[in-house]
């Protein structure tokens, strides 16, 4: 580009060549204003959300009144999520790499599994994912919030690889290794038949943690939230809110019944108001039309590949 004085004005014989580099230069400070405007159009993520505004909340998570399936998984759950297993199943993750292949591959895979604890829904998992990512992307939020919703169920994969069924994937959590809080679905009582129930230390309010010790301390129940909170924590570029509400989606209890919190420190109280504000995009979206996975497949394979610096992961 040719020299161009002070005052902006420049040599006569070189008109025409500054002309064009001045206006190239502006059409360069458009683009970047209309970006600016674009990034300003992106909401906090704790900016309200609009999606849910018609939603009618009481109708969702209704377990009294749930099917028999959703019951009895249950009752498998609370009896069969021990400390013993807990430990095994974290042993036996760290063991082995399960599968290679890209989370949009990973995704594909769910589709046939029909989630036995949900009674919100019977749609397939991938149809799931897309109706929260969508909800999330409609109402403005950040990019790696989107994918959040795009991937937070992934974890139920561990379905096809070794788990013993639907109870140590689906389901809300819970701490293992201290009391059963009343809060949980079912309540207390539905631990009865739990080897830890009534034991004398996994028994005792705090158990085998104490106060304010921090929820990265504490064993939650293993399932699809732990075991993609592992994957996605070490292999991806996701801030800590994100990889919070991958590990603590499902744990209801503690984000909306307001259960144990006393084991949290300051961090995890950032982290709650993290996992609240994904929350009704997760739970409210199940009501909303069933997404085309063809027609959104080439905007989330690039919202991917932002936050996934290798684009195989390792399951
Ligand atoms: O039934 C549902 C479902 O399994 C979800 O994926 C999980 O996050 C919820 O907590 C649970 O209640
Ligand atoms: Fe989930
Ligand atoms: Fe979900």
Redesign the pocket.
Known sequence: MSPIAIDGSSPASNKTKDGQALEELSDAINEVNVFKADMAKEKGLYDDSEFDKDKDKTKF?QYETACDRVKNFYKEQHTKQTVAYNLKARNNFYSKTRAEMTVWEAIEKLNTLI?E???DTSLSQIEHLLQSAEAIRRDGKPRWMQLIGLIH?LG?LLYFFDAQGQWDV????FPVGCAFDGRIIYGSESFKDNEDYGHEIYGTKFGIYSPGCGLDNVMLSWG??EYLYHVVKDQSTLPAEALAMIRY??F?PWHSAGAYHELMNDHDKGMLKAVKAFNPY?LYSKSDGIPSAEELKPYYLELIDEFFPNKVVKW
Not at 170 to 173: M, Q, S, Y
């Open positions: 998570r989630d604890s949900d009674p169920d139920k689906v389901g809300d959590t699809h939230d989606h499902s209801y997760d």
